[in-house]
């Protein structure tokens, strides 16, 4: 499985941006795909997922009411909808299929996507 991220950039305070995942391969194994984040200086969290057969979704506290996952299993991608977005958002955003056991180290990757936001 190869994950491309996009998307990211440069935003206000209290704008949003809308990141994709463009899934390669054999996605459909994946029981899980999600976002994690990492800021500078920070060590990488998790940020969202959805499950991939029936779409139940799960987001950090951080980012509830704010941010929306979802995804097109026909495209074989993934969504992530970052509305009111704050300064502390600012880090490069990670695709993420995983497995279960969900392992928030585990799964694949893919490259990052940088999102700014500036105060």
């Known amino acids: 499985v190869q994950l491309q991220a996009s998307g990211g950039g440069l935003v206000q305070a209290g704008g949003s941006l809308r990141l994709s995942c463009a899934a390669l391969?054999?996605?459909?194994?994946?029981?899980?795909m999600g976002w994690f984040r990492q800021a500078p200086g920070k060590e990488r969290e998790f940020v969202s997922s959805?499950?991939?057969?029936?779409?139940?979704?799960y987001y950090a506290d951080s980012v509830k009411g704010r941010f929306t996952i979802s995804r097109d299993n026909t495209k074989n991608m993934v969504y992530l909808q970052m509305n009111s977005l704050k300064a502390e958002d600012t880090a490069v955003y990670y695709c993420?299929?995983?497995?279960?056991?969900?392992?928030?180290?585990?799964?694949?990757w893919g490259q990052g996507t940088l999102v700014t936001v500036s105060s």
């Open positions: 993420n299929a995983n497995f279960f056991p969900y392992n928030t180290n585990g799964g694949y």
């Open positions: 959805i499950r991939w057969d029936y779409g139940r979704t």
């Open positions: 391969g054999r996605i459909s194994s994946a029981d899980f």
